[in-house]
């Protein structure tokens, strides 16, 4: 089992002819991912070949959608772009969009990800690596060799934690790892994709990685506290950023006391969650629960 991405699901990439959509389409298909178009209104009617695989470009979601069935569709365009990119998604009636674009601006995102969930698109992102159900399928940017199947399931707000949480825990493995993204404004939350582990009967455990700036993880904290009856382990990056800078992704702005990582991980640990000190920390907690059933 798995939550958002199987391997079932029929990907599309807009921006597939780009540098960057080129790149990540073929380690996608790699994995095993189903990648059954790609979307550019310049390039509509042709067809990129990804060595034993050629993959036709459609003008439009909506035709890419028509022609293959796709439901998941993957966005490698520029920030300027993004919002048209996803709200053309959207419209489309696609399930779930994995917006991989680094800066767009926050007034877009703002604007697509309410309009998407008016829609029923589920957004993963922006400034994510997008979602990986190892030996299923990835929709992004994640290694798909640094783990493998198994029964823990991953949702972070760092890219380059949930690599290093997914090598560490290699031995074990994972249903599913989401990277949700750090910015201001994503479209799925620590809580959603909670939410969808506590159903997965696949997942026995929930890793999560959070960082300084706003109350997601908090909040996330609440959640669990009423709905969650798996094990949690948690790690909050930036235990060490100077108090009053501004550190790292656009998310991670402290006021005060409120968003520091202290009080995230007193928040987590008040509600059964045991917060690692380190990424490492964090896997031998995961490893300790697994052991001794939770």
């Known amino acids: 089992m798995a939550i958002y991405l199987t391997q079932e699901s029929k990907v599309l990439v807009q921006g597939m002819t780009g540098g960057e959509g080129m790149k990540h389409t073929r380690r996608m298909l790699a994995a095993g991912t189903d990648v059954v178009g790609g979307v550019n209104p310049r390039k509509a009617g042709q067809s990129v070949d990804f060595d034993d695989r050629a993959v ?7 035709e890419g959608m028509a022609a293959t069935g796709a439901d998941v569709t993957v966005v490698f365009v520029p920030p300027a772009f993004a919002k048209a ?9 696609i399930g779930l969009a994995v917006v991989i674009t680094e800066g767009i601006p926050v007034h877009d995102s703002v604007a697509f990800t309410s309009y998407a969930r008016r829609n029923g698109t589920r957004i993963i992102g922006p400034n994510c690596p997008g979602l990986i159900t190892p030996g299923q399928s990835n929709a992004g940017i994640i290694p798909a060799d640094i783990t493998k199947p198994g029964r823990i399931g991953l949702v972070s707000k760092s890219g380059t934690l949930t690599y290093q949480l997914m090598y560490e825990l290699r031995d074990i493995g994972f249903s599913t790892c989401v990277g949700i993204g750090g910015d201001p404004v994503v ?8 939410a969808a582990f506590q159903e997965d009967p696949d997942t026995e455990l929930v890793v999560l990685i ?24 948690g790690y909050i990056a ?30 987590l640990e008040a509600v059964g969650v045991r917060v690692g000190s380190t990424p490492t920390e964090t896997a031998r907690l995961v490893l300790e629960l697994l052991e001794t059933g939770g």
Do not use: W
């Open 238 to 267: 930036g235990f060490t950023a100077p108090e009053g800078r501004t550190m790292g992704h656009a998310g991670a702005i402290v006021s005060g006391s409120a968003g520091t990582a202290r009080a995230k991980q007193e928040a």
């Open 210 to 233: 959070g960082e300084i700036g706003g109350d997601a993880e908090e909040r996330a904290a609440a959640y669990i506290r009423e709905h969650v009856t798996k094990p949690v382990v």
């Open 85 to 93: 990119a996803v709200l053309e998604a959207a419209d489309a009636g």
């Open 187 to 194: 479209g799925t939350s620590h809580i959603d994709c909670l």
């Open 56 to 62: 036709p470009v459609f003008g439009t979601v909506a």
